[in-house]
């Protein structure tokens, strides 16, 4: 999967992802760009953007695909975050 870390989340979490492609907002070239232009600049490249930003307004066919996506991976998510996080 091809993720994408926005510059708030801490660079250093892609290192628990090993078995995906993961990327930062920086590192992909994209640094002060809005929330809205980084969608759009990852909708063609990225699987995923990862973000704790809210409401972007999307409908619900997006929240249901954006849904079982996290579904799909979660046990990656989840050990993820507990290896980064030690929760």
């Not at 995923?48 to 799909?72: C, H, M, P, S, W």
Request: with cysteine; aromatic share 8%; hydrophobic share 40%.
């Amino acid at each position: 999967m091809r993720i994408l870390l926005d510059e708030c989340i801490d660079r250093r979490f892609a290192r628990e992802l090993p078995r995906h492609e993961v990327r930062t907002v920086p590192e992909a070239g994209w640094a002060g760009k809005s929330n809205g232009e980084l969608l759009a600049l990852a909708e063609n490249s990225f699987d995923v953007f990862v973000t704790v930003a809210q409401n972007y307004g999307l409908n619900d066919r997006q929240i249901r695909a954006a849904e079982a996506l996290i579904r799909k991976h979660e046990n990656d998510i989840r050990s993820a975050w507990r290896r980064h996080f030690g929760r």
